[in-house]
Structure formats: C-alpha cells, structure tokens
C-alpha cells in the first residue's frame, strides 16, 4: 500500500528543540538505525518502525556507513524506505551519517579518521541512501594517529562542496571538542552537534562536555538514553529471548548483575509514581537538562517505538524525583 504519512504528525506532541545556537531544531526524540534495520533483518519491520516514527513527528534518523549487518546495509534499507514511503518527504527530514569505525577492507577504510576515509565513505554513504546531501555528517570518533586538522579539513570539505549541510564529531572528549571547534571555526564552518552516549547509568557528559557545548553554541544529541535496553521494564522478570542481552548482540549480559538490576527495579518504582514506564522516564530524564537537544534512542518494534514515543507526555521532574533517581543510580 502506498505510504501517506499522517497529517497530524506536527501537531504539537513532538516538541523540536533548538540545536546549539543553529537555526536548526530536532525532534525531542530520534531514531537511530544502529541495529534492527540491517541486510539481516526483517525489512518490512524496520519500515514500519520508520513510518511510525515520521508519523509520530520524528524528523531526524541517524545512521552510520557500517550499520547493518552487513556494514552499509541499513543505509540501503533506508534509501529504500527514502525512494519510496519518504520520496515526497525529503526536506522534512534531517539525516545524518558517519564515518570512524571499521567499514571497508585495506588501510583506508577501517578504523581511523583520515582524510581519505571520511570524503570516500561520505560517497560510498550518499550512493547507498539515494541522496544528494546528507544533512548532518560526523566524525565517528577521534582517531589518535590521525591529526586533528586533517578530521576537521575532511568536514570542511564536505561543507563546502554541500555534500553536507552540518557537521559533528561523536564522543570526543570535552579538550578535543573544543580543539575541533576552533579548527573549525577558523574555516568558518561551525561545529553544528556533538553525539556522546549519555543515561542514567552513564553520565560523563556532565562533566565538563556539556559546559563545554553550550560555550561553543554546539547542540546535543545523547545516543544510547535506554543504555541499550537495561533502562525499560524488560529485564526485570529475567532475561526473555530476542533481545540484545540474548542475542550474542552489544549488551553484554554480565552488565545484568543483581545490584544493576536493583537499581532498575527502584527506577522503575519511580517511573511507576510518575505514571510513565521506565523507557519514558529513562529519556525524559535525559532531556531534562535543555543543552541535551534530541535523545537518540533505538528500537526493534513498532511497540517499543510506540512506548518511548510517549515519553513527550511527562519530561518534567520534582527534585525529589531527581533526587531519588541520583540515589537509585548514580554512575
Ligand atoms: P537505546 O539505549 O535506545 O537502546 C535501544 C534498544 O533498547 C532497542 O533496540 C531495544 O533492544 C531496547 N528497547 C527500546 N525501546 C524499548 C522499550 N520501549 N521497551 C523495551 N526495550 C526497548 O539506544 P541504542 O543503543 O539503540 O542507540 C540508539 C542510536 O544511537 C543508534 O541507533 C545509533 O544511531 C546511535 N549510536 C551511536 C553511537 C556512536 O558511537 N555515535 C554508538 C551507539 C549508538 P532489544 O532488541 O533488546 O529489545
């Protein structure tokens, strides 16, 4: 059946956040393709997941060249789902890609940020999606044999020659941001986003990058708010089949133990008392800080799309719920 996206999708339940001091804003909430919309996964549930997603106001997807299995494979699931449910949709849509990690086999296309590797996988990433342009593109991580100037000068490049309208760097930390920055300043191209991981499990960023962030006018965007899936209701009965934690996948099940699981459990009381699944506190709570612009959150169904989604009902705090959270988890 052809795709008409709902006509309500702006309606006011997704709220759109300001990125850094860009002009640009996203989604509360985005939907990264990580895991679940590769070669070997059930094409049509991904497709699903990214219409209710574009139905439910969700303007921005993330992906990365390797994001499969195979690498490079959800970027052609999506150009699928581009070419056809989102064909009439493109300027409603911030993409974004990256480049760092191992993708392609010989010295230029594995981990590393050169110059050569980030402007010949950003090719590679627009040819497997369909696109002109991506809107955001990333450096995927600090490549410590690779200088500084040369990562930067490949995002550049990219800016000027329009292949990418933003630029970002992902889990660097809070000096090498700031270095970045300012390489990047000199060449009058701003540093649009900054993608750390960020939860409540897991809170590096409040020390010092977000200061550093909201000093540069550089946006937020926390990926992994669900620690992979540990902050939902899911484990706290066992751990069921086809999940992360059971399919050999990220999360390594020895991060299961009984202190985090009673961590959990006390999280997920609280959420109870605010009337929200612990999905939902676990990304409002992420969002609570308004220099964070979007949570970066993952989903394997429609269903946990749906539950995370709602999140955007209750993103307030007491300071005794805040409170209770700090003495139920604290990193
Ligand atoms: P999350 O912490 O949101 O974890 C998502 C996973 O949690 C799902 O795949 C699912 O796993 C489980 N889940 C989600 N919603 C629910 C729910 N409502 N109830 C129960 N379980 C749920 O984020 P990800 O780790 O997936 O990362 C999100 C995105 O962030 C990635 O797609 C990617 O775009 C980006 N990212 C970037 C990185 C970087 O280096 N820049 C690194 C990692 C991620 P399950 O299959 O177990 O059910």
């Excluded at 000068?153 to 270095?179: C, D, F, M, N, W």
Aim: hydrophobic share 40%; glycine share 10%; net charge negative.
């Amino acid at each position: 059946l052809p795709y008409t996206p709902d006509p309500a999708r702006y309606d006011g339940r997704m709220p759109y956040r300001r990125t850094g001091r860009s002009g640009l804003r996203l989604p509360a909430i985005s939907l990264g393709l990580w895991q679940n919309f590769g070669g070997t996964d059930v094409f049509e549930t991904g497709r699903a997941i990214l219409r209710r997603a574009f139905d439910r106001g969700v303007t921005h997807f993330d992906l990365a060249n390797n994001y499969g299995p195979p690498y490079g494979s959800a970027e052609e699931n999506f150009g699928r789902v581009l070419a056809t449910d989102f064909a009439a949709h493109r300027d409603e849509l911030i993409i974004s890609t990256k480049a760092g990690w191992d993708m392609w086999p010989g010295p230029y296309g594995q981990i590393g940020s050169s110059r050569k590797y980030l402007i010949a996988s950003c090719e590679q990433s627009l040819t497997r999606m369909g696109l002109d342009y991506v809107d955001i593109f990333y450096s995927h991580r600090v490549d410590p044999d690779t200088p500084l100037e040369e990562t930067m000068g490949a995002l550049v490049q990219l800016h000027r020659q329009g292949k990418a309208l933003y630029v970002g760097i992902s889990s660097y930390e809070p000096g090498l941001t700031r270095q970045a920055a300012a390489i990047l300043a000199a060449e009058k191209v701003p540093l649009f986003i900054h993608q750390p991981s960020y939860s409540i499990l897991n809170r590096w960023i409040e020390r010092d990058l977000l200061d550093v962030l909201d000093d540069l006018g550089t946006g937020c965007i926390a990926f992994s708010p669900l620690a992979q899936g540990m902050l939902t209701n899911k484990y706290l009965g066992g751990v069921p089949a086809d999940t992360r934690a059971t399919r050999g996948g990220s999360l390594s099940q020895s991060l299961l133990t009984d202190q985090n699981l009673g961590a959990i459990r006390t999280l997920n009381a609280i959420a109870e008392r605010r009337g929200q699944t612990l999905a939902q506190m676990a990304i409002a709570w992420v969002l609570r800080d308004p220099r964070v612009t979007s949570a970066l959150i993952g989903a394997r169904t429609v269903e946990q799309l749906d539950d995370a989604l709602d999140a955007v009902g209750t993103l307030d705090f007491s300071a005794e719920e805040l409170a209770a959270i700090d003495s139920a988890a604290a990193d």
